[in-house]
């Protein structure tokens, strides 16, 4: 679960502004990530939230190819054992 929350610094109410077009409440937004999937970096760059996600599927749980002698000559099998 990826938890993305923000508030309001205390530092922001001085000040002037010509227009304040986001309310500045808290606010609290949660997200369910697929298996396998890592937050790899998070960016907040002129109010806009980037969030890079990585998909780092275990070698054990990678597709392989096994090869299979028989007397007609070698045959490939594939197996997807992540699915």
């Given at each position: 679960?990826?938890?993305?929350?923000?508030?309001?610094?205390?530092?922001?109410?001085?000040?002037?502004?010509?227009?304040?077009?986001?309310?500045?409440?808290a606010f609290k937004?949660?997200?369910?990530?697929?298996?396998?999937?890592?937050?790899?970096?998070?960016?907040?760059?002129?109010?806009?939230?980037?969030i890079d996600l990585?998909?780092?599927?275990?070698?054990?749980?990678?597709?392989?190819?096994?090869?299979?002698?028989?007397?007609?000559?070698?045959?490939?099998?594939?197996?997807?054992?992540?699915?």
């Amino acid at each position: 679960v990826l938890l993305v929350a923000g508030h309001k610094h205390p530092e922001q109410e001085n000040g002037q502004f010509l227009h304040r077009g986001i309310a500045t409440r808290a606010f609290k937004q949660s997200f369910s990530l697929a298996d396998y999937v890592k937050v790899r970096e998070a960016q907040l760059e002129n109010g806009l939230l980037t969030i890079d996600l990585v998909r780092e599927v275990p070698e054990e749980m990678k597709p392989r190819r096994i090869e299979i002698a028989t007397g007609g000559g070698p045959k490939t099998i594939e197996h997807d054992k992540a699915a």
